[in-house]
């Protein structure tokens, strides 16, 4: 027994010492020694990384024994346990002459026939971090594709591909999923984004990251042509899972649980309390503010509560506020397949708590898809996807937002102070105010009001669905016909309580946003060869776009009753802000022709002409 327990410590020991983070360095080139700058390298199951130098060379903390996930575009990519340091690693080129991807409204080429980049990531790799956003296991995979997040949970990231095209346009890369292109409008900031914006979610957000195959990206406007102006700045094309044949009825079950925690913040200084110019303030009513510049820490003065005391530094203040994330995604799908046919069914659950304490998200997501072969030359795929999320809590970014209140807290105040935020059972104006490290007439918020008093909440549904059928006339001439929708409605209630720091009389929003888009394609492929040298392949055909958004918000301010927050009882209620339902039509025309002689040498013709109306 005794010798069992000093196995069991000193296995314990051991497996600390072994999991120690420690700085890893290594260099990464090719099969020919030359070194490779920009190559990715990730903590496999973790969204941690880094990207090598000029000269190849990276460093990276991490454990020993963990997996280092090495990779760059045009190579195969490689899987490195950590052991000793550094780590030399020579990447072999990826043989993809006869890779096939998908292009344009889903037609597949080979790789090495396009005149344009093209770069595909496969499902396996994009499930290597689990995350409710497929954008986060994107980064570092693809060359050129920067991708910002908010930080704010549950809001969309921001895709674009080769920098900024346009100044006060769109710059985002379009979304297009299983052909059809869908609407990514929560991805952009809402307000000023300097001071308060807020970045919703949708678009590419509410994918379900096991139901993806693969995803495309094309680069340019050569790649995008055949989708029109609004792929100026490129597409991200996703192509969802059908069903695949099994032994039986497939099914597979998937849990992934996260802990997230705040990793870096900026560098504080610790030697100086509250105040200005070498100064404490004296009055919280009528001399003090936030400034972080007073005496020397270890003085008396005055704290932002009114009562003297010794200033004293609280180096962990701002890390405090924030708390440990926890992410469980649940997924199940059940499919089968025969020469007739497949169907795959899944569902997905999200449940996060976020680093900003009382923050939440819950999603749900419904996916069926069926492929029928009806014929050799006839065959029907559908799909039907149900999205569901409520969002609790989701914060505004900017330096009037939360972030902003936590920063600028002065280093010598305790943020366990700020839980009080407010009297106990206020009954006058001046009890209802905030109680805040800035004074008491100051517009300073307090981070704890603005988490566990101010309510935030947001309910979204999104449908998207396509239907598609496929016709084989011979066996160098096809044609498919393709219907997909995707609509989305999504209502948002903010309560700014009495007392606010800006709204010191209240504040209610509602906004209530419904957008839809209905695609129908139309393409005809003919595929032959010339000679024994020459081949051609044409694609041809015309698409109808049908898009509409509506749009209703009202607020109101200074509550009536402090304690009762409703529209109506607000003393000013302002008159609603109405978009009516508007609708744009586009009209489109396009053909594109490959020509290729002996598989070495193509050439690429590409057309398309829109027709757009806003009239209805």
Do not use: C
């Not at 998207?464 to 409605?489: H, M, P, Q």
């Not at 051609?536 to 698409?543: E, F, K, T």
């Amino acid at each position: 027994m005794i010798k069992n327990s000093i196995l069991s410590i000193f296995l314990l020991i051991a497996f600390g010492f072994s999991s120690y983070a420690q700085q890893v360095t290594g260099l990464v080139s090719d099969d020919n020694g030359i070194p490779l700058p920009g190559a990715s390298i990730v903590i496999q199951g973790s969204s941690s990384g880094t990207t090598t130098d000029f000269d190849g060379n990276f460093s990276i903390e991490t454990a020993q024994g963990s997996t280092l996930v090495i990779s760059y575009v045009g190579y195969e990519s490689q899987q490195i346990v950590v052991g000793s340091s550094p780590i030399i690693v020579q990447l072999i080129s990826d043989n993809t002459l006869d890779e096939v991807v998908v292009t344009a409204l889903g037609i597949s080429r080979e790789k090495k026939s396009l005149g344009y980049s093209v770069t595909e990531v496969s499902g396996d790799e994009i499930n290597s971090i689990k995350d409710n956003n497929i954008a986060s296991s994107l980064m570092g995979k693809v060359a050129g594709l920067n991708i910002t997040q908010s930080g704010s949970i549950g809001s969309a990231s921001r895709i674009t591909l080769r920098g900024n095209n346009s100044v006060n346009g769109m710059n985002q890369a379009l979304i297009v999923v299983d052909g059809i292109p869908i609407n990514a409008d929560g991805a952009e900031s809402y307000n000023n984004a300097d001071y308060s914006s807020l970045v919703r979610g949708g678009g590419i957000t509410d994918i379900n990251a096991y139901d993806v195959e693969s995803i495309s990206v094309l680069k340019g406007p050569n790649a995008s042509a055949l989708y029109g102006s609004r792929a100026g700045n490129g597409v991200i094309l996703i192509t969802t899972k059908t069903g695949s044949e099994t032994e039986g009825l497939g099914v597979s079950l998937n849990t992934n649980i996260t802990a997230d925690n705040v990793m870096f913040l900026p560098d504080f200084q610790n030697e100086y309390a509250q105040g200005t110019l070498g100064a404490a303030y004296t009055d919280i009513a009528t001399d003090f503010e936030t400034s972080n510049w007073g005496p020397k820490m270890g003085a008396t003065q005055m704290y932002f509560d009114g009562v003297p005391r010794v200033s004293q530094a609280y180096p962990n203040n701002v890390r405090d506020f924030f708390e440990t994330g926890i992410k469980a995604i649940t997924s199940i799908s059940i499919q089968n397949a025969s020469d007739d046919g497949s169907v795959r069914f899944s569902y997905s659950n999200n449940d996060t708590k976020g680093i900003i304490p009382n923050s939440s998200m819950v999603s749900h997501n419904f996916n069926l898809r069926g492929v029928m072969n009806l014929s050799d030359k006839l065959s029907i795929d559908a799909k039907a996807t149900y999205f569901t999320q409520e969002v609790t809590g989701r914060q505004q970014m900017g330096g009037e937002g939360i972030i902003g209140a936590v920063y600028q807290m002065p280093r010598s105040v305790d943020i366990n102070d700020l839980k009080r935020y407010q009297v106990e059972n206020p009954g006058t104006t001046e009890e209802f105010k905030v109680l805040n490290y800035g004074g008491t007439n100051s517009q300073t918020g307090n981070p704890y009001w603005m988490a566990n008093h101010d309510e935030n909440e947001e309910r979204r549904n999104r449908f998207f669905g396509f239907a598609k059928v496929n016709y084989e006339f011979t066996d160098w001439l096809s044609a498919f016909i393709r219907v997909g929708a995707d609509v989305t409605e999504t209502k948002t209630q903010t309560i700014t309580k009495p007392g606010h720091h800006f709204y010191r009389g209240g504040r209610m929003d509602l906004l209530n946003v419904s957008s839809g888009e209905l695609n129908s394609d139309l393409v005809f492929t003919a595929q032959k060869d010339i000679t024994n040298d020459l081949n051609v392949v044409i694609n041809a055909g015309g698409s109808l776009s049908k898009r509409t958004y509506q749009r209703y918000y009202q607020f109101g301010e200074n509550f009536k009753i402090p304690t009762r927050f409703f529209l109506n009882n607000a003393a000013n209620l302002l008159a609603p802000q109405e978009t009516p339902l508007t609708t744009k039509k586009v009209n489109s025309a396009f053909a594109s022709a490959n020509f290729a002689y002996q598989d070495f040498l193509y050439v690429d013709l590409t057309s398309r002409n829109d027709w757009s109306s806003t009239l209805g």
